[in-house]
């Protein structure tokens, strides 16, 4: 049983690490959401409503990143490059994953592929 992680593809390596951070940013907005309704009677806790947004525009560029890997586009190394940065200052996960996205995505040679 072998998974993309294994794999020595740094396509299939960028798809994956997109699509699980996009998860990861995605249930991190649902706690934020949460936290919103929990508070919404005694006023909209701001920073509440800024972690959701946040939350949620990474979780879409995250996907989007994915989605765009797979389908060999030609913009997917700079902007997997400009999502792995945030990433290198959650330690020790996000610097993990940040580092895998940076290196993989250096290896990418999309577009005629």
Not at 27 to 56: E, Q, R, V
């Amino acid at each position: 049983m072998s998974s993309s992680w294994a794999s020595s593809d740094p396509k299939s390596k960028v798809v994956d690490t997109h699509y699980r951070v996009g998860h990861f940013y995605g249930f991190l907005g649902a706690i934020a959401a949460f936290g919103l309704l929990a508070t919404f009677k005694s006023g909209i806790s701001y920073p509440h409503l800024a972690l959701f947004a946040l939350a949620s525009a990474m979780s879409f560029a995250h996907f989007k990143a994915s989605e765009a890997a797979e389908s060999d586009k030609e913009w997917v190394p700079v902007a997997s490059m400009a999502l792995a940065i945030p990433l290198l200052l959650a330690f020790p996960i996000g610097t993990y994953l940040g580092i895998k996205l940076l290196t993989n995505a250096a290896q990418l040679k999309l577009g005629n592929a």
